[in-house]
């Protein structure tokens, strides 16, 4: 079967008419119009007979055709149910499996379990804007078994991930990434490319999963609850928001920041990941009471 050029406008125009389908600008939905970055992305994520991807939102299809010519099989996940009716025409292949739910409330170990078993696993997407953030941020604080990530993302998300502390672009998504993984801008892409068009541009980034976190904790979930609770609040000092965030009596916050050396007055945004680390241990430590 020849692919429908998904990312040609008349092809998108044609299907607009025929479905009666509006874009979602809620939904984050800009889709590409560009085949060679669409190319370049699966490139990028070097898919081969062996892989299965999962891709977050498939839209029309466009990088899905892509994604199905190269992977052993693919699972997208895509909130809008109207768009089930248009996959019909346009996603018409024997390794695919399209899950028509908010990739939020997927779990993701157990889908990994059920569909790709001895596969290496992927992540691949143009992810929707509005919810960039949480969807990075849940992929890194499950522990899922997925050796690549390849998304498309706003520019200054991009700029997030590699962030240095004392920037205003250093924040619990730059912490979470540095944790589980290595990353990079593997190029950044005009807003032209999209349709209807985003007001930012955007780059398409890949995270390539350690295989061990670059930090030993005792306990991963302390890890990302304190450094979501420092940058929280960011215009208060450590004390302040570890003690609001995590409900922890201002004096055990007190106890378990000289423990490790780490000034109380100081802001969340000047720690690096090994800081968090020792503060996240030093909680389990005391067990802390929640007030
Ligand atoms: N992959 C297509 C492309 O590149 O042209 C569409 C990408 S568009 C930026 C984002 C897609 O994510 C839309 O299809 C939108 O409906 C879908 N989406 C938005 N929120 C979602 C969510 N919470 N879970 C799953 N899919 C979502």
């Known amino acids: 079967m020849d692919d429908l050029k998904l990312y040609s406008p008349k092809v998108i125009k044609d299907i607009l008419a025929k479905y009666g389908f509006n ?28 892989t299965g991807v999962i891709e977050i ?9 892509g994604l ?56 691949v997407a143009n992810l929707p804007y509005y919810i960039t953030t949480p969807i990075i941020m849940k992929i890194l604080e499950e522990k899922i078994k997925i050796s690549k990530i390849v998304v498309m993302v706003q520019k200054e998300v991009a700029e997030r991930l590699g962030a240095k502390p004392n920037t205003k672009e250093y924040g619990a998504i730059t912490l979470a990434v540095q944790y589980r993984a290595n990353t990079n801008i593997a190029m950044i892409v005009p807003s032209t490319v999209f349709m209807p068009r985003p007001k930012v541009d955007s780059a398409v980034i890949t995270l390539d999963i350690l295989k061990q976190p670059r930090i030993k904790v005792e306990d991963e979930k302390m890890l990302f609850s304190v450094v979501k609770a420092s940058f929280g609040q960011r215009r208060k000092t450590l004390l302040n928001s570890l003690s609001n965030i995590l409900k922890c009596p201002k004096e055990q916050i007190n106890e378990v920041l000289q423990n490790v050396n780490i000034s109380p007055s100081v802001r969340g945004e000047t720690l690096s990941l090994d800081e968090f680390g020792k503060i996240a241990d030093e909680l389990v430590k005391i067990e802390y009471t929640k007030q």
């Open 23 to 50: 874009f979602s600008k809620s939904l984050g939905q800009n889709f590409l119009i560009d085949g060679n970055i669409i190319n370049k992305i699966v490139d990028v994520a070097d898919i081969d007979e062996n």
């Open 57 to 65: 939102g498939p839209g029309f299809g466009t990088l899905t055709q």
């Open 68 to 123: 199905c010519n190269k992977a052993k099989k693919v699972v997208s996940i895509e909130i809008d149910k109207s768009l089930q009716v248009i996959h019909k025409e346009t996603l018409n292949y024997d390794n695919i499996k399209i899950i028509y739910e908010d990739f939020m409330k997927i779990d993701v170990e157990k889908l990994i379990e059920e569909e790709f078993q001895g596969m290496e696993v992927k992540l």
